[in-house]
């Protein structure tokens, strides 16, 4: 399979005609090799409109979904940035010059990723979803979905720093940009989205007696 071919079908396919007018982000998704964060015999279904499984359930985000959220963050080279379940996004954005982690819960996910990970230049971590690892990120994204809003991932962002998320707790879910501010968060619906959600961010369930 021609999968430099197959990337710029995905590019001009799936990303320039959904309004992803970012040129950086356009050459970024055009150099990483999206179909290096699968098992190898998945990585023909890497380009295609669909959300490919690297293991256990864990998925790659749709290009379109992930595309728009990228750009919504306006990622500028020298910052931080933190993928919390999304090593693609990871190499996409340290592509773009930015100083990128990519963390993951599931140690079996990481393996797969891991070299993919390294010839980009990302690091990759394992740690809960819950606890994101460092702080004072200008960037944290994720290619999965949050049932509730991730404060401790809003913690973990500078003043003045973004947070792109999908936050889905039915069969809809609504893709949000966060920007924090020095007395408080600001938050913006962007557009539709329905990619798996991170069970482990689900709330304790609570009892009334």
């Known amino acids: 399979m021609d999968f430099a071919a197959a990337r710029k079908i995905m590019v001009d396919s799936q990303v320039r005609v959904n309004d992803v007018t970012d040129r950086d982000l356009q050459a970024a998704l055009l150099a990483v090799p999206r179909e290096r964060f699968l098992p190898a015999d998945r990585a023909f279904a890497a380009y295609a409109e669909m959300e490919p499984e690297i293991a256990n359930g864990r998925r790659l985000m749709l290009p379109r979904d992930l595309s728009k959220l990228l750009m919504a963050l ?99 879910g609504k893709a949000v940009l966060y920007v924090k501010g020095a007395s408080g968060l600001s938050r913006r619906e962007l557009f539709d989205s329905a990619p798996p959600v991170l069970g482990a961010l689900a709330p304790e369930p609570a009892f009334a007696l």
């Open 74 to 172: 306006e990622p500028r080279a020298g910052e931080t940035a933190l993928a919390i379940a999304g090593p693609y996004a990871a190499a996409v954005l340290a592509q773009m010059g930015l100083s990128a982690t990519a963390q993951e819960a599931d140690a079996e996910v990481l393996d797969i990723v891991a070299p993919a990970l390294a010839e980009a230049g990302v690091e990759g971590v394992l740690a809960p979803f819950t606890r994101p690892v460092g702080e004072g990120y200008d960037i944290i994204v994720s290619e999965a979905a949050a049932p509730v809003r991730p404060d401790a991932w809003l913690a973990a962002l500078k003043v003045g720093g973004r947070l792109a998320v999908v936050e889905r707790s039915g069969p809809a």
